[in-house]
């Protein structure tokens, strides 16, 4: 059975070698015809321009995925593109302080989602950029409610004649499975830590659970006051206008007879309507005209951030860097690829951040619903090895930093959150299944000897005995407990006290920090002058290092050949640029498929938070 095995495995490997070769050859064919085509100067930002933000795919902190894979996916379409929420960042602050961009302008037809957290980032920028005296343009046609947050920035926001506004609140739903399962014979035991901690519920109830329905309304209902007013505080409304028109669409949309770009218009949700052509040439005005590309002067983001980046090569920071390690997606145990935390790759990241004397002080960005408890407990202790370094770790909390995203923080010095992160779920969940009943129905059985009656209880095609359900629910029980200790150490509270506030009960940003689960309330840029004020750093003295999870050359190669391959191919319209509503939904299916089959923690217990995603 050996030989087989390694035979289909080397097989395996094969084919898979074969198939990453063909899409390189295809990938560099592509790229020769691109560069003979569209051969690029070196970037140069004009006199007088607009600066471009228009991010492709979903908002993130981290690109997900091996790097071949994803050059590949988006220009083949079978990948939904990302957008790196801190270059957007990094390019509208510098264009703010730059006397050649005269204005931004917002175009945001592409993006699909990120978090509210991440909007608010883009958000503190594009404010930013106005307190400095420019002017930030935006247009839209159908524009959904992630697309208007960012719309509602711009001084001037104007939609297409025949567009949309729509917005239509926050909402978490989860699929119950019990009764299919129920029908196909197989069981699940689900055991936990929390009365809170829902993630088995889907598995052995038909619907939520009152408490966690009631608890999940009422954070759900903070976010979504949070998101009406950002968008109504630059819009020069109240935070009701913007509930009105979500709970009013259809007598608001009946006064206007049907027509929604002149609801939106009445609402004041936008500064009024003008077509595509119509928006171009008011920018123009302001920044003059461009024949080349389009009616106005202008430089996209990606050109104008390897102008600006190329200009600093040559500063110097004496006193040395603060280091940004990301931590974004599920954590699994082992290695990981960008998009997911792998303990040992990041780990390894967190061990040359000790080792590297030119890192003062370290901010870890934490974007991650939890996973694996022993996953969660290395990184933690990698996290404590930095200050146990003479190294001062700040944790700067994103979308999301719940349950093993808050425990690997734990060991942090200080904890800053935006106030709209999902953080908290303190608590922990095995879950387990059997399928006697479905191989009951196929006629399959099993049969053997075992050493021990534990060895033979350990079977999936039974029921749990209930010594291996104690066994289950004492390891569940011991890591919360530990969990808990943790926590009190780090928030200086008594365990009591801490467990008061887990029980896998989730917290809004500002409840987690009048509650005492964080510090402070903040971004990025204020958890990295906290981390130098903690190593006694002074402003202008020291840089950034961002520390992302190492790359090969190779991977380095397609991700710069495959950016500049799917740039042009988008230019020359190979590339459908909003995909089927379809296939994005299979995509999701997939994606939330594959995110459970990742999970691999070698006991089955989880620091795990899956109704942190909201829709």
Same mark, same amino acid.
């Given at each position: 059975?050996?030989?087989?095995?390694?035979?289909?495995?080397?097989?395996?490997?094969?084919?898979?070698?074969?198939?990453?070769?063909?899409?390189?050859?295809?990938?560099?064919?592509?790229?020769?015809?691109?560069?003979?085509?569209?051969?690029?100067?070196?970037?140069?930002?004009?006199?007088?321009?607009?600066?471009?933000?228009?991010?492709?795919?979903?908002?993130?902190?981290?690109?997900?995925?091996?790097?071949?894979?994803?050059?590949?996916?988006?220009?083949?379409?079978?990948?939904?593109?990302?957008?790196?929420?801190?270059?957007?960042?990094?390019?509208?602050?510098?264009?703010?302080?730059?006397?050649?961009?005269?204005?931004?302008?917002?175009?945001?037809?592409?993006?699909?989602?990120?978090?509210?957290?991440?909007?608010?980032?883009?958000?503190?920028?594009?404010?930013?950029?106005?307190?400095?005296?420019?002017?930030?343009?935006?247009?839209?046609? &159908? =524009?959904? /409610?992630?697309?208007?947050? #960012?719309?509602?920035?711009?001084?001037? *926001?104007? $939609?297409?004649?025949?567009? @949309?506004?729509?917005?239509?609140?926050?909402?978490?739903?989860?699929?119950?499975?019990?009764?299919?399962?129920?029908?196909?014979?197989?069981?699940?035991?689900?055991?936990?830590?929390?009365?809170?901690?829902?993630?088995?519920?889907?598995?052995?109830?038909?619907?939520?659970?009152?408490?966690?329905?009631?608890?999940?309304?009422?954070?759900?209902?903070?976010?979504?006051?949070?998101?009406?007013?950002?968008?109504?505080?630059?819009?020069?409304?109240?935070?009701?206008?913007?509930?009105? &028109? =979500?709970? /009013?669409?259809?007598?608001? #949309?009946?006064?206007?007879?049907?027509? *929604?770009? $002149?609801?939106?218009?009445? @609402?004041?949700?936008?500064?009024?309507?003008?077509?595509?052509?119509?928006?171009?040439?008011?920018?123009?005005?302001?920044?003059?005209?461009?024949?080349?590309?389009?009616?106005?002067?202008?430089?996209?983001?990606?050109?104008?951030?390897?102008?600006?980046?190329?200009?600093?090569?040559?500063?110097?920071?004496?006193?040395?860097?603060?280091?940004?390690?990301?931590?974004?997606?599920?954590?699994?145990?082992?290695?990981?690829?960008?998009?997911?935390?792998?303990?040992?790759?990041?780990?390894? =990241?967190?061990?040359?951040?000790?080792?590297?004397?030119?890192?003062?002080?370290?901010?870890?960005?934490?974007?991650?619903?939890?996973?694996?408890?022993?996953?969660?407990?290395?990184?933690?202790?990698?996290?404590?090895?930095?200050?146990?370094?003479?190294?001062?770790?700040?944790?700067?909390?994103?979308?999301?930093?719940?349950?093993?995203?808050?425990?690997?923080?734990?060991?942090?010095?200080?904890?800053?959150?935006?106030?709209?992160?999902?953080?908290?779920?303190?608590?922990?969940?095995?879950?387990?299944?059997?399928?006697?009943?479905?191989?009951?129905?196929?006629?399959?059985?099993?049969?053997?000897?075992?050493?021990?009656?534990?060895?033979?209880?350990?079977?999936?095609?039974?029921?749990?005995?209930?010594?291996?359900?104690?066994?289950?629910?004492?390891?569940?029980?011991?890591?919360?407990?530990?969990?808990?200790?943790?926590?009190?150490?780090?928030?200086?509270?008594?365990?009591?006290?801490?467990?008061?506030?887990?029980?896998?009960?989730?917290?809004?940003?500002?409840?987690?920090?009048?509650?005492?689960?964080?510090?402070?309330?903040?971004?990025?840029?204020?958890?990295?002058?906290?981390?130098?004020?903690?190593?006694?750093?002074?402003?202008?003295?020291?840089?950034?290092?961002?520390?992302?999870?190492?790359?090969?050359?190779?991977?380095?190669?397609?991700?710069?050949?495959?950016?500049?391959?799917?740039?042009?191919?988008?230019?020359?319209?190979?590339?459908?640029?909003?995909?089927?509503?379809?296939?994005?939904?299979?995509?999701?299916?997939?994606?939330?498929?594959?995110?459970?089959?990742?999970?691999?923690?070698?006991?089955?217990?989880?620091?795990?938070?899956?109704?942190?995603?909201?829709?």
């Amino acid at each position: 059975m050996n030989v087989i095995r390694r035979v289909f495995e080397l097989l395996w490997r094969g084919l898979d070698g074969l198939r990453k070769v063909l899409h390189l050859i295809v990938l560099l064919f592509l790229f020769a015809l691109v560069l003979a085509a569209f051969r690029e100067r070196v970037p140069i930002v004009p006199a007088q321009a607009a600066l471009v933000i228009a991010p492709q795919g979903a908002l993130v902190e981290e690109l997900s995925g091996d790097a071949f894979d994803r050059a590949v996916g988006e220009i083949t379409g079978d990948r939904e593109p990302e957008a790196l929420v801190p270059d957007i960042v990094e390019a509208i602050r510098a264009a703010a302080k730059d006397d050649r961009i005269d204005a931004l302008v917002l175009e945001t037809e592409d993006l699909t989602g990120g978090g509210l957290a991440k909007l608010r980032a883009i958000a503190r920028a594009i404010e930013e950029f106005r307190a400095a005296g420019k002017k930030v343009y935006a247009h839209g046609e &159908y =524009v959904t /409610q992630t697309q208007y947050y #960012l719309m509602a920035q711009a001084d001037e *926001a104007y $939609l297409e004649p025949q567009g @949309a506004v729509g917005i239509d609140g926050f909402s978490v739903y989860s699929p119950f499975l019990k009764g299919g399962l129920d029908k196909l014979g197989v069981s699940v035991s689900v055991f936990r830590s929390g009365a809170y901690k829902s993630l088995g519920e889907p598995f052995t109830r038909t619907d939520m659970s009152p408490e966690v329905k009631a608890e999940t309304q009422e954070w759900l209902g903070a976010l979504w006051l949070a998101y009406a007013e950002g968008v109504a505080q630059p819009r020069g409304l109240e935070p009701a206008g913007v509930n009105r &028109y =979500v709970e /009013q669409a259809v007598p608001l #949309l009946r006064e206007t007879n049907g027509d *929604a770009a $002149l609801m939106a218009e009445k @609402a004041r949700l936008v500064t009024g309507r003008k077509t595509r052509q119509e928006f171009e040439a008011r920018v123009a005005e302001v920044v003059g005209p461009d024949e080349d590309e389009r009616a106005f002067a202008a430089i996209d983001q990606d050109s104008y951030l390897a102008a600006v980046r190329s200009e600093r090569v040559l500063e110097r920071h004496p006193a040395g860097h603060v280091a940004v390690v990301t931590a974004t997606g599920e954590i699994l145990d082992g290695s990981g690829s960008p998009g997911t935390i792998g303990a040992d790759t990041l780990s390894a =990241v967190l061990e040359d951040v000790r080792h590297d004397d030119d890192v003062k002080a370290v901010v870890l960005r934490v974007d991650s619903p939890g996973g694996s408890v022993l996953a969660s407990e290395l990184i933690r202790q990698r996290v404590a090895a930095l200050r146990e370094a003479g190294k001062p770790v700040v944790a700067s909390f994103s979308t999301v930093a719940a349950s093993g995203g808050y425990y690997i923080a734990t060991a942090a010095d200080e904890i800053w959150a935006e106030p709209t992160t999902i953080t908290g779920s303190i608590g922990v969940i095995a879950i387990v299944p059997t399928f006697e009943g479905l191989l009951g129905k196929l006629g399959v059985g099993f049969d053997g000897v075992a050493t021990s009656k534990l060895a033979e209880a350990a079977r999936l095609d039974r029921e749990l005995s209930p010594e291996i359900r104690e066994l289950l629910q004492l390891g569940v029980d011991q890591q919360y407990r530990h969990f808990l200790q943790l926590v009190a150490e780090s928030r200086g509270k008594t365990v009591e006290q801490a467990d008061e506030l887990a029980q896998g009960r989730t917290w809004l940003g500002t409840r987690a920090k009048e509650v005492g689960l964080v510090d402070e309330l903040g971004g990025l840029d204020d958890a990295v002058k906290a981390a130098a004020r903690l190593a006694k750093l002074q402003e202008g003295q020291y840089g950034i290092d961002r520390r992302e999870q190492p790359m090969s050359w190779r991977e380095v190669l397609i991700r710069d050949l495959g950016a500049i391959a799917l740039h042009a191919a988008r230019r020359i319209g190979l590339v459908d640029r909003t995909p089927p509503l379809a296939s994005r939904t299979l995509a999701a299916v997939e994606r939330e498929l594959g995110r459970i089959a990742a999970l691999n923690d070698p006991r089955n217990l989880y620091f795990l938070c899956t109704a942190c995603e909201v829709r």
